[in-house]
């Protein structure tokens, strides 16, 4: 029951509260660029989603096996190579370098493999695919899964790839909701008469500051789910 | 972008030309590297020092009459002993976190040796409501809380309370006081189930 | 087109009003609404961009006629990341309070677009002293758009500027400013303004030779 427990608060924590975009204000760029039109804004978050959770499957990996201090990869191979040595091997200097290449490769591996085996998804959402290298949603992924695999001072709290694959999805779709509300919202936009110096971007940011006060009200939830799970 | 992306089945079927295609990538990645191994030596001890001396220097104001502390593991759980100038236990500091209104609140706890009475709290890390929440890291609420006793679990109230174990809300962040009153008397619970596990053992 | 490149004084002034990175060409929008909740976090940002993005470009510069045209964004990216791990480390190093509080802001300046967009557009092709005042440019330019946003979000969510109080005490701090939604209403309404100025700028520029 805890397991699921705490799932379901990373979840929401992810989805909801805690938005990628509304709170931590990740993911800007196509928020505002891609968010014209309904079914492009969907395509756009079902592309994040995917490759937000490809990415975080392989930075959690890379993060707990290689990365992190006393991780058991490099601590053997440090093992084999220094057999006296007692020095903790630690290359979390690298995380950052190898989460972006981690998400630019996955970037690609995923835009391939969609290109030949579902062709007709790839006309719908893989021109967003290369966009999304740049996208912070993902590194900001990787950077909380990080957070919580090397920077944990607990052997005991440190994150199970469960838990970094939820908060991946659920940030995923939390992104999709909020692009997909943005680009409805905008659509009735187009309809109105906004003064010409706030037209584009500038209504844009003003609207999504509405939504995140809308989304301002998921705060506390989570703690009241805690007490509910314990 | 696209460029990027195709980069790199590009070198792959080239093959025989690879060196000569990434010779650059290859060079920098090795200075880069050097370079970034000489920040890590020059500055790991600093980052190192800097995030324990955040505990540290609390301890004489989280633990009467001590003067530095001692990390340790006690049955798994992370704890400092305070030690004073001569090297005598005064109590334990102990690092506690938990979920608070708006993100995890991680606070220090401090204790008298015998953890019958918490000489202090502070407030490491929070993100509460700016104005309403986030008064809890202000000492002037924190500081109701030294001298409480440990025999029972805290409780808010509402108003000022001659009640022991009662601790003031926060007009406006009931939730706030409540996360920082749970996190506090889940600390002082593992505490001493975790010494006495140690003692036992 | 390598004859109409601007020089480096021109970019150097581009960079800081009629190219501003947030409010003419609307990059780098993450650590903009993100960091300006206060000015010290704002200018603490600011400067580790600045650092980032003026490496980058003498970087990218010196080596930019050894480029290959597909392995160049590889080449950016390594290079800004490099550069981002050592401003983190010095950060976390020397001002141990603000790289807390900034947290993975600092890391996401490798995906923030204004450094690869300039490694692109001036470091790539031009010699090192343009790319460098370009890349001063651009980080004044980016800067006072930092501080613009973190003046008005901090001096009305907190009454403070550089957390000294500057309101008149009985102040009521409008919470609202500092939180996520004041960042984008913000935002949003200092563009605005910054497109008005504008517009009445050009006009009152096309109008002057009829009149003359």
Redesign the interface.
Known sequence: METIGSLILIAIGAALINNFV????????PF?GVSRRVDMAFGMGCAVTFVISIAAFLSWTFTYFILRAGAPVTSWIWHVLRPDSELVPDLS?????VY??VI?SSVQLVEMYVRKFFPALYKSFGVFLPLI????AI??AC??IM?HVSGASDPSQVWGLDKALVLAIFGGLGFTLAIVMMAGIREELDQCDV????RG??????????L??AF?GFSGVDRGLAALFQ | ?N??T??AP?IRRKGGGYLG??W??LV??LL?GS??AA??MA?EP??AR??LS?TLLQIPNLVPGSETGEQERVNGQLVFRALDADGNLMGWVLPASGQGFADKIEMLVGLDAALETITGIYVL?QKE????GNRIAEAGWRDQFRGKPTSKPLELSSAESSIPHHVEALTGATISSESVKDIVNGAVASLKEALAKASGS | MVNDQPTALERFINGILPENPTYRQ?LG??PT??VTNGMQSAMTMAGATAFVLICANIVVSL?RN??????????Y???I??F???A???L???M?DMS?QL??YI??I????II?CRCEVCASSQAVHIAAADAVGQSLGFTLALASIATVREVL??GTWFGIAVMPAGFP?W??M????????T???L???V??LT?LWTQGRKAKPTAA
Request: proline share 6%; glycine share 6%; hydrophobic share 55%.
């Open positions: 509304l709170h931590y204000f990740v993911g800007i760029c505002i200097i690298l995380n950052y370098i972006i290449f630019a290298t740049t996208n912070c590194l900001f950077l909380e957070k003064p010409k110096a706030l971007p500038a209504i844009t940011l003003i609207t999504a500051g509405i995140a006060l301002l | 972008m460029e990027q195709k980069a590009e295609q990434a650059l990538i920098l990645a880069f370079g970034l920040v890590q500055l600093i980052i800097n995030k955040e890390d409501t700016p104005g309403l | 609307l929008m993450c609404l993100a080596i050894l480029l290959k045209p597909h392995l160049r964004i590889l080449v990216t390594l290079t990341a490099t981002v791990t050592i983190d480390r010095v976390a190093a020397y141990y807390k947290g993975p890391p996401l490798i995906v923030n677009c690869v969510g907190a701090n919470v609202l500092v939180l996520p939604p004041g960042a984008f209403i935002l949003g309404l563009l605005g303004l497109n008005w517009a």
